[in-house]
């Protein structure tokens, strides 16, 4: 269970940083593309990981 909490809150941080560099940067600067990208795979993360609970 403490997995799945470590795996949602770095979810959580990653969307955080890259919500605050959306708003410093213009959008096609490579540190915003790779800061969405970090984010969508920690939470895709979080997803598959709830589909398996076991």
């Known amino acids: 269970m403490s997995d799945n ?4 809150t770095d979810a ?3 969307m955080n940083v890259a919500m605050t560099q959306i708003r ?3 959008p096609t600067s ?3 593309v790779n800061s969405m990208n970090r ?3 920690a939470i895709y993360i979080c997803i ?3 589909k398996n609970p076991w």
């Open 5 to 8: 909490i470590k795996k949602i």
């Open 48 to 50: 598959d990981a709830g």
């Open 39 to 41: 984010a969508y795979q």
């Open 12 to 14: 959580l941080n990653m």
């Open 24 to 26: 410093l940067y213009p």
């Open 30 to 32: 490579p540190m915003i």
